[in-house]
C-alpha cells in the first residue's frame, strides 16, 4: 500500500478532488544525460525592460523536442530506492505545472513537503491530523545542547549568526521508510535529520557561510537536495550514502551581478530543469542530466539552459539614487501553468515564459512587468484561477509604494491595468509583508512584520479581521487540516482555530521556545518542525 494510502482515504480524496493532483504538478520526465551543452552567453537586459533573449536551450533532441529518460528516477539495485506513491494520477503535460494543482502537494513520487510552502505555486504546508490540544516539544536538534552557531560578515562587521532565518523552512520527506528532515542553518551546514528521533541519518554537509537557504528535495526520486548558502554557491548535493556528496555547485559571484552573491530562495526543478533566482539579481535554469552511475550512485550533468536578468533598465531608472542595484532575486520563484513569477527586491514582479523548458523549442521571454515600488521578498503566490498574490515591504518607503499598497492581488492578463485590489497598511519603515500569502476559499491571509495577521477577502480585498501575534514576524502562516500556525518573533508558536475563516481565530495552543522564529514551520503527519535563531531546530506535536 503506498505511503498516502496509508494515511487514509480522506487525504486521497482531498487530492483527488483537484481532478489532477500531485502527480499533476511536476511532470517528471527525467533527464537525458546524452543531449547537447547549452550556451553558457549570458543575456543582457533590454533598454526598455519588454523582452529579454536567454541562451540557446539545451539538452533538446534532435527534433528539438525535450528528451525524457524512458523510466523516472529508479535507481540500479545498487541505489537505495525511494519510497514512491501508487496512487493513480493524471498527467497533463500541456503545462509545466497545472493550475489546478494549487495547493496540491509538489510530487506523487516522494511524499513530503519538499521546498518552501510545498509545491511550485507555494500552497502546500503538510499534512495532519494536527493538534487541537496543548502540543509539546518532542525533541530539539542538536540534541547536546550545543546551538548551531557560526560568524559571518555584514556590511563589513563580523558578527556571530544562530539557528534558522528567514529563509530556513525545513523540508520533509519519506525515504526508505523513514521521514527525513533536511534544512540548512547558520553553523554553515545542511542537516539531514530523522524525524522520529531528532537524530542525525548522515553527517552535515559543511558549506563555507551560513547555510541559509531554504532547501528544496528532488521531487521525481533522485536522492538529491538543492541548497544555496551565503558562501556564494548554490550546490546540489546527494544523499545516498553514508555521507552526503557535493555533485555540483554554481558561484553567484560574477562580474555582472547587481547586489550581493548569496543564494536564498528555494529552487524548483521541473521536468529535469532546476530553475532559481539568486542575490546576483540573475534568473537560472539550469538542465540537471541526472541519472545513476554503475554502482547506483546518482549522478548529475548540469549545462544552463538560460540566464536572464531579474532587473531592466526602467527598474534602475526609478529606483534612482536609492539603492539602484539592490534588486537581489531573494524570493522563491513560482510557477504555475508555463510561466515562472519572480519577486525582487527591487519591487519588480515579473512573469517569464519558460514553456521552451517542456517543448525543448524557442526561448525564454518575459510576458509581465508590474513595478510595486519597494522591496518585494515574499514569494508570489498564483492561484488556480489565474491570479497573483503580491506581499510587499515598507523598506525605501517612496511614493510609488505608498500607492501600490502592501498586500496586491494582481490579472496578469491585463498588463496594463493588472490590479485587481491593494490593502494599504499604515505607513512606517521597516514595515510590511515579508512573508508569503495563504490563499483559501475566499480569504486570504497574511502576516505583517509589526506582528499581524490580516485576513483579507479573496475576491475584494476586504478587510476581514487581524490577529496580533507579535513582532518582528518573518515567518510565513501555515495551514494544516483547519489549524493556522504562525511563529511570531517572541519566540512563539501559536495554533488557530481556522474552522470559520471569516472570523475572527480562536487559539487553540501555543508554545514558547527559545529564540526569535524568523523561520517558516512546515508540517507533516500532525507534527511541525521549525528553526529559531537561539540556535536550534524544535519538533513540537502530541505524543505518540
Known amino acids: 500500500m503506498s505511503y498516502f494510502a496509508r494515511r487514509g482515504a480522506a487525504f486521497v480524496l482531498g487530492v483527488a478532488v483537484v481532478g489532477l493532483a500531485a502527480g499533476v504538478i511536476h511532470d517528471a520526465t527525467g533527464d537525458d544525460p546524452t543531449t547537447d551543452r547549452a550556451s553558457l552567453t549570458p543575456a543582457e537586459p533590454s533598454s526598455d525592460g519588454s523582452t529579454t533573449s536567454p541562451g540557446a536551450l539545451g539538452g533538446s533532441s534532435g527534433d528539438g523536442a525535450v528528451a525524457p529518460d524512458t523510466t523516472t528516477a529508479a535507481a540500479p539495485a545498487a541505489a537505495a530506492a525511494t519510497t514512491t506513491s501508487t496512487t493513480p494520477f493524471v498527467a497533463r503535460t500541456d503545462v509545466l505545472v497545472d493550475p489546478a494543482s ?42 547536546n545542547g550545543n546551538p548551531m552557531c557560526g560568524e559571518s560578515s555584514e556590511y563589513g562587521n563580523v558578527r556571530t549568526w544562530c539557528g534558522t532565518g528567514w529563509t530556513g523552512q525545513p523540508a520533509v520527506f519519506e ?29 552535515p554537509f559543511a558549506t563555507d557561510d551560513l547555510a541559509k537557504g531554504n532547501v528544496t528535495i528532488d521531487p521525481d526520486g533522485y536522492p538529491l537536495v538543492y541548497a544555496g548558502s551565503r558562501d556564494n554557491y548554490l550546490r546540489v548535493i546527494a544523499f545516498d550514502g553514508a555521507a552526503p556528496r557535493e555533485l555540483w555547485k554554481l558561484n553567484g559571484r560574477t562580474e555582472d551581478r547587481m547586489h550581493n552573491d548569496d543564494w536564498d530562495a528555494a529552487p524548483l526543478v521541473l521536468n529535469g530543469y532546476l530553475i532559481e533566482g539568486g542575490e546576483n539579481s540573475w534568473f537560472h535554469g539550469i538542465r540537471l542530466n541526472r541519472g545513476y552511475a554503475a554502482d547506483g550512485s546518482v549522478t548529475v550533468d548540469p549545462s544552463l539552459a538560460f540566464r536572464v ?3 531592466d533598465q526602467q527598474l534602475i531608472d526609478d529606483l534612482g539614487s536609492k539603492d539602484p542595484k ?29 514553456s521552451s523548458l517542456r517543448t525543448g523549442q524557442g526561448e525564454v521571454r518575459r ?28 523598506d525605501r518607503a517612496n511614493s510609488r509604494v505608498q500607492n501600490a499598497g502592501q498586500m496586491i492581488k494582481l490579472d496578469p492578463r491585463t498588463p496594463d491595468d493588472p490590479v485587481v485590489w491593494k490593502y494599504d497598511l499604515d505607513f512606517f ?39 496580533k501575534i507579535g513582532g518582528p514576524a518573518l515567518s510565513s502562516p501555515v495551514l494544516v487540516d483547519g489549524v493556522l500556525v504562525q511563529a511570531s518573533g517572541k519566540g512563539v508558536i501559536y495554533g488557530f482555530d481556522f474552522s470559520s475563516p471569516r472570523t475572527q481565530p480562536t487559539e487553540l495552543w501555543s508554545v514558547q521556545l527559545e529564540g526569535n522564529i524568523e523561520s517558516t514551520p512546515v508540517v507533516w503527519n500532525g507534527r511541525i518542525y521549525v528553526g529559531t535563531r537561539a540556535g536550534f531546530v524544535y519538533c513540537i506535536g502530541l505524543p505518540s
Open 102 to 143: 494549487f495547493a496540491q502537494p509538489y510530487s506523487s513520487t516522494v511524499p513530503g513537503v519538499l521546498t518552501f510552502r510545498g509545491n511550485p505555486t507555494r500552497s502546500f504546508y503538510g499534512t495532519g491530523p494536527m493538534p487541537r490540544t496543548q502540543p509539546q516539544v518532542l525533541w530539539q536538534y542538536p540534541g
Open 367 to 394: 510576458t509581465f512587468r508590474y513595478w510595486t515600488g519597494d522591496d518585494s521578498d515574499a514569494s508570489i503566490v498564483p492561484d488556480d484561477e489565474g491570479f497573483l498574490y503580491v506581499g510587499v515591504e515598507i
Open 175 to 203: 525515504r526508505d521508510g523513514r521521514t527525513w528532515v533536511v534544512f540548512g542553518a547558520y553553523d554553515y551546514k545542511i542537516h539531514f535529520v530523522d524525524a522520529a528521533t531528532g537524530l542525525d541519518i548522515i553527517p
Open 309 to 311: 536578468p531579474g532587473w
Open 429 to 467: 519603515v521597516d514595515d510590511g509583508v515579508w512573508t508569503t500569502p495563504v490563499v483559501v476559499g475566499d480569504v486570504t491571509l497574511w502576516t505583517t512584520k509589526p506582528g499581524y495577521i490580516y485576513a483579507l477577502d479573496r475576491y475584494t480585498g476586504e478587510f476581514l479581521w487581524k490577529q
Open 326 to 354: 539592490r534588486v537581489s532575486l531573494e524570493a522563491s520563484v513560482s510557477v504555475s501553468g508555463d510561466t515562472a513569477w519572480l519577486n525582487s527586491s527591487g519591487g519588480l514582479v515579473q512573469g517569464w515564459d519558460i
